[in-house]
């Protein structure tokens, strides 16, 4: 089993920048992909960014955050990262990292999340 922990969310201005951490403990030997996820007020959970852990490969970004979003990880720390810059109004959300064992498999370990609010 891996744990993980979100931090780093908070308020800011439209336009303004926040960066998002995600350390995981346990069994990080088994992370396979790591991603961060996001549930705004009344909508579904939704993908925003994911990376395979060991090599650092980004696999993909939501079409939303694109050029403004930049997921990384310091796997000697264990830890994930969303650089989030010229943030909207409409990336208000908790954000949520998870991490998945196997490519096929579904991301089974997820953190309590952390809340963002762009104010405009």
């Known amino acids: 089993q891996v744990q993980l922990v979100e931090s780093g969310g908070g308020l800011v201005q439209a336009g303004g920048s926040l960066r998002l951490a995600c350390a995981a403990s346990g069994r990080t030997f088994s992370m396979y992909a790591m991603a961060w996820f996001r549930q705004a007020p009344g909508k579904e959970r939704e993908f925003v960014a994911g990376l395979l852990f060991w090599s650092g490969k980004v696999l993909s970004y939501a079409d939303g955050v694109k050029g403004r979003f930049t997921i990384s990880r310091d796997s000697a720390k264990n830890t994930l990262y969303l650089q989030m810059d010229d943030l909207k109004p409409e990336d208000t959300a908790v954000y949520y990292c998870?991490?998945?064992?196997?490519?096929?498999?579904?991301?089974?370990?997820w953190g309590q999340g952390t809340q963002v609010t762009v104010a405009s």
């Open positions: 998870a991490t998945k064992v196997n490519a096929g498999g579904p991301f089974g370990s």
